[in-house]
């Protein structure tokens, strides 16, 4: 189980992992602060997983309603070098937008890392699926997913089956 969302110190992560989360994700505060994501790397090491969210290839923070200057490869390449244990890349420009997941983004910026990458924004359906289980040779881990759900585009079960090479 992992948790994100607002966490601003170390305090808000051990409280997560002593009740049970296997994993705290840091997004905004990790790009508008470097040091507390370092910190909370050499802390609980093992635990801590990244959240970029981009738009052409540019991190964004607050919520999405902020774009930063800083390229997404290279921002990620420095947190892997901290000690995350994941990066969970969501393309915002098609986060809800049932466009199906940016596979090139997502791909180009495992290929430049050592460390998996969860692919998030956009998943519409079973062959997001299979395009996400076909590139997972190149460091795509896992896929998160909502809307498709939600308006019943996606069968969850079916869907993970895909995804284990079941289907």
């Given amino acids: 189980m992992q948790v994100g969302g607002g966490i601003r110190d170390l305090d808000t992560i051990e409280r997560y992992l002593d009740d049970g989360i296997s994993y705290v994700i840091i997004g905004t505060a990790a790009v508008k602060n470097p040091g507390f994501l370092h910190e909370a790397c050499d802390a609980f090491p093992g635990h801590i997983m990244v959240g970029l969210d981009a738009k052409d290839g540019k991190v964004a923070t607050d919520g999405w309603s902020k774009l930063t200057g800083h390229d997404v490869i ?89 995804a284990d090479g079941e289907a």
């Fill in 74 to 162: 290279d921002l990620a390449r420095r947190f892997q070098d901290y000690g995350v244990e994941a990066v969970i890349y969501t393309d915002i420009g098609r986060d809800g937008m049932m466009k199906g997941v940016n596979i090139e983004a997502t791909v180009r910026l495992a290929q430049a890392l050592a460390i998996p990458v969860i692919a998030s924004g956009g998943l519409n359906g079973l062959e997001d699926v299979k395009r996400l289980r076909d590139v997972e040779g190149e460091g795509i881990a896992g896929a998160i997913t909502g809307r498709a759900i939600y308006e019943g585009r996606l069968d969850f079960a079916a869907a993970q089956a895909l």
